[in-house]
């Protein structure tokens, strides 16, 4: 089932999300339902909090890029309970969307690694180091989880010539192909 995607203003995008149990109900129909609504809005990467559920689950398919990025081949994962625990390696910059944020793109300045736990759909614990391309879009989704969005990572100049944009997100003005959920 394609879900509404919440947008700028909504409050849940700036919750920090709670860790969930196996016992979550019907947690494969959820994580099945993020990633056809993920699809349906051609994103790469989609958080529960984008769909209105403070819970740290994220969904990413990079497979939909692997033409440019062979080694993301058939790469469709959810990540349960997800924790960055270091960000290291050199800040990369490159633009970043938010299927949250309709019509802004920006560049971002990310570490090129990461240390990350998670549990996977049958709750296997995890712990891995991450880099390159997949350690920026986990760091795009998973700072969702902590309430972030990657307009926090702006300048001051930037977040300035951007508040136009954000302010009609704010007035339920969202131009998009997809579902959306504003705060009007």
Known sequence: MILPIYVYGQPVLRKVAEDITPEYPQLKELIANMFETMDHAEGVGLAAPQIGLPIRVVVINLDVISDDYPEYKGFRKAFINPHILEVSGELVSMDEGCLSLPGIH????????????????????????????????MQH?????????????????????????????LKGKAHCTYKVKTVR
């Open 141 to 169: 989704e998973f700072d969702h989880l902590e309430g972030q969005m990657f307009i926090d990572h702006l300048s001051p100049l930037r977040k300035q010539m951007i508040k136009g944009k954000l302010n009609a997100m």
């Open 106 to 137: 920006e560049s971002v300045k990310r570490g090129d690694k990461i240390h990350v736990t998670y549990l996977d759909e049958d709750f296997t614990p995890h712990d891995e180091e991450v880099e390159g391309f997949l350690a920026r879009v």
